[in-house]
């Protein structure tokens, strides 16, 4: 009976598991039925909601489901991803509704407005240049979020490791909103300090002053170097590197360079690591040239490496350069010169074979003039040194550049070189950045030599755009009321010839002198060039003196000098002038010459002679040092020179005394009381100054503060009186300090183009002097335009 039962339970449970796995396999097969039956719906429509700028049409054609396609979850997905993506929507939903196809966006918002909050350091049109967001643009966290990096990155490369930026979204109507950065801008990340590891030959002090960064310390207030920038750094690895190489240490390299910024974010730490490696000479130089023209013997005379000698690896660099500029007046311009080093660790020698690859004689093609907005071609192409047609002179395009720059059109320049159309040809592409040139001046200010000025002035160096120079100036002061208008057309008739015109008006008090000229006049004038550095000026002038004597003197050395007086003059100058820049120059040399004769009508003869000479050498970095060099004579012809004709010395043209401090001077003594004497100005003259420009940072730089020291030695002298002491009727005249004794002044000067107006303040001490003399320890000028 039992066993019936187990039997009977048996068959129960046998039964049970059959109808189950009918059962699962009959309910898959029906899912599989439901599963196709929805993958494989076809889409007889689309419906879109929530759009409100958007076009429907727009959603559509970001969509991968069109009408009469076969909906799959693939699809369904992949045009959910491709809603999003485009930027425009906050939210997407894409589904089905039967044979529908249903999406339903939210919005993102436009942008109304974008504010920045917080910034001291950086202007607003700055930070907006950064950023990619705009108004009237969509809104998305993605893009703020990527702006917000930029901003940082911004105030990074500026040394504020510590700003934050924190965006704030305002919303409006209309699904519109502002933004708003809101910007802690913090302080600088300055470098704390700068230390090496693993330099035995040069000390830490002499490799810090081989970088451009510097450790901050508070008398660097306009340096800008002293912050933490990561591009300097790299820049400052390399300095290194070619000092090091430059002194002979061929295997020098830097094994690491740490930036460790501190807890506070006030300092960062840099910490570099080097090996210096051995000492290595010049071993075996060799020129091996494959252009027939150019031998080897000649050149292997013009390298700058020489066998044992220490290596130095910019005589590397300098002697492809050399060599390259040898080719190129020659006319080849495309030549190529690859050094081939071979360092030899065993006897520390690196030995150099200048390979001088073949290359075609080039000729210019074409000259292009690119970005000229304003300014003629013709103004452009008149300072080219080279002209289609023409053999390609490396010494020509160079010399065209600087002629282009020094017209003072243009904030930048730059030539280069491309291919032809074939391989013996060049393209000149001249690429200019214009400048305004125009000026509206409206001035006040003050100085130690002119007291109050007030000025008005309109110029325009470029008119019309084609580079007529036009002026009209008024300056009033307690010196002097002057009116100018000065016209200049630089190529009269299209050729090389310069001609112009000045008509002026001035009413002069030389108050330390006791006289007062008003004069009016003109002058005509033309300049050519005699070779490409050196012109010829002609001038020919006619003026009106009216000179008043102050009714307190009665001077026997200004006996000749009252009265109208007209002089009629010409003048011819020779002048060479090899100058990088006309305004701020840093190499090249400046020489005039000039006689002026008087006697062509009027009732002024005399014959005046000037000679001046400028020098100008790069030492290092901005360091520019000046050394220059003055003199003139008049001759009377005939008759003494009048002392409205006189040279006139003191500030500003010898620093350290005051205006027209130093030369001959007359006491008086009246009934034996002293009376200080007037300066009578003198016939002769020389100057000299040597001046050291002294770059104060990238920050000062930026701002147009510069620094100088120097030296003026100088003396004025001889003023036709033999007579150094005359007496008259109870009073004695005494001349003083009619010699050529030259006086001594040491000063140092610092100067602002402020966007005011010029700014100068000059420290000076007259060393050496006579004791007729003025001196001035202090001077300064400010001016100020609005």
């Known amino acids: 009976m039992i066993l019936n039962k187990n039997k009977f339970m048996t068959f129960c449970i046998f039964i049970s598991v059959m109808v189950m796995q009918i059962f699962m396999i009959g309910f898959g097969q029906a899912q599989e039925t439901v599963d196709e039956t929805i993958e494989g719906i076809v889409i007889t429509g689309i419906e879109i909601s929530g759009n409100i700028r958007i076009e429907e049409s727009t959603i559509q054609s970001y969509l991968n489901l069109n009408i ?24 997407v939903d894409v589904g089905r509704r039967g044979t529908i196809l249903v999406v339903e966006v939210a919005e993102n918002p436009i942008i109304n407005r974008i504010v ?15 950023i990619q967001l705009r108004p009237r643009v969509v809104f998305s966290r993605a893009k703020v979020r990527a702006d917000v990096a930029r901003l940082l990155e911004v105030y990074r490369r500026g ?13 409006l109507d209309q699904n519109r909103v502002n933004l708003v950065f809101e910007i802690s801008e913090g302080a600088k990340s300055t470098i704390g300090k700068i230390n090496f590891i693993g330099n035995r030959v040069f000390n830490n002090d002499i490799l810090r002053s081989k970088m451009v960064s510097v450790e901050s310390r508070w008398w660097k207030f306009l340096a800008s170097e002293d912050t933490y920038d990561p591009d300097r750094l790299n820049f400052d690895k390399q300095l290194l590197r070619d000092f090091y190489r430059e002194a002979g240490y061929a295997d020098f390299r830097i094994t690491s360079a740490v930036a460790e910024l501190a807890p506070d974010k006030e300092y960062f730490y840099i910490n570099i690591s080097m090996e210096e490696g051995e000492l290595y000479n010049f071993g075996e130089i060799i020129v091996d040239s494959r252009i027939e023209e150019l031998k080897a013997e000649d050149l292997e005379k013009e390298v700058f490496t020489v066998e044992g000698e220490q290596f130095d690896s910019s005589a590397i660099d300098d002697t492809v350069e050399y060599l390259t500029d040898i080719a190129g007046l020659r006319g080849y311009a495309f030549v190529d010169i690859r050094p081939s080093v071979r360092r030899n660790r065993q006897d520390r020698t690196v030995s150099i074979t200048y390979v001088i690859n073949e290359a075609p004689r080039v000729y210019v093609e074409e000259i292009k003039i690119i970005d000229n907005v304003r300014t003629h071609d013709k103004v452009i192409r008149r300072e080219m040194r080279l002209v289609e047609g023409d053999a390609y002179n490396s010494s020509k395009l160079n010399r065209s ?29 001249l690429t200019v950045e214009e400048q305004p040139t125009g000026e509206l001046t409206v001035g006040a200010g003050f100085s130690s030599f002119e007291g109050f000025i007030a000025n008005f002035s309109v110029a325009e160096r470029n008119l019309l755009g084609k580079g007529h120079q036009a002026r009209l100036a008024v300056t009033l002061s307690k010196r002097r009321k002057q009116v100018d208008f000065s016209f200049t057309e630089p190529y009269f008739g299209d050729r090389q010839i310069a001609a112009g015109f000045d008509i002026f008006l001035r009413d002069t008090n030389f108050i330390e002198s006791g006289f007062r000229n008003k004069s009016i006049g003109g002058q005509i004038r033309t300049g050519f060039p005699i070779a490409e550095y050196i012109i010829m000026t002609l ?46 120059p840093n190499t090249g040399q400046r020489a005039i010459f000039s006689q002026e004769f008087a006697g062509l009508g009027g009732n002024v003869k005399y014959i005046k002679n000037t000679a001046n000479y400028d020098f100008y050498y790069p030492i290092f970095n901005h360091w520019v040092l000046n050394f220059s060099a003055e003199a003139g004579h008049i001759q009377g012809v005939g008759e003494k020179i009048r002392i409205n004709d006189r040279f006139f010395m003191g500030n500003p043209r010898i620093r350290g005394f005051k205006t027209s401090g130093v030369g001959p001077r007359e006491f008086t003594t009246r009934l034996s009381e ?19 420009f002294i770059p104060l940072g990238g920050g000062a730089r930026d701002l147009g503060i510069e620094a100088s020291a120097y030296v003026d030695v100088g003396a004025l002298f001889n003023i036709d009186e033999e007579d150094s002491l005359i007496s008259r009727t109870n009073v004695l005249y005494t ?19 402020s966007p005011f107006g010029p700014f100068r303040i000059d420290l000076a001490k007259a060393i050496k002097r006579q004791p007729s003399d003025e001196a001035e320890f202090f001077q300064f000028n400010v001016g100020t335009r609005f």
């Not at 909050?117 to 907006?128: P, Q, S």
């Not at 904030?411 to 159309?421: M, Y």
């Not at 300090?737 to 610092?750: D, H, K, L, S, Y």
């Open 159 to 171: 040394g504020r490791f510590a700003a934050a930026i924190e965006p704030k979204v305002i919303q």
């Open 401 to 429: 550049e600087i002629r282009v720059q020094s017209l003072q059109f243009f904030k930048e320049v730059n030539i280069e070189q491309i291919e032809g159309t074939s391989e013996d040809k060049t393209i000149l592409e």
């Open 735 to 753: 001349l003083l300090g009619n010699n050529a004794t030259p006086r001594v002044t040491v000063g140092v000067g610092f100067s602002w183009a």
């Open 539 to 584: 001038t020919y002038g006619i003026k009106k003196d009216d000179v008043l004597i102050s009714f307190f003197s009665d001077s026997p050395y200004l006996e000749n000098s009252s009265g109208d007086f007209v002089t009629s003059s010409i003048t011819y100058a020779l002048s060479y002038d090899s100058l990088d820049n006309p305004q701020k």
């Open 116 to 130: 920045f909050e917080g910034n001291k350091f950086k202007d607003d049109d700055d930070l907006y240049e950064e």
């Open 674 to 692: 002293p009376f200080d004497g007037l300066s009578l100005g003198g016939n002769t003259f020389y100057k000299a100054t040597a001046e050291l």
């Open 68 to 91: 009469g396609d076969t909906y799959t979850d693939l699809s369904g997905d992949t045009s959910l991803k491709r809603l999003y993506g485009t930027g425009l929507f906050s939210d």
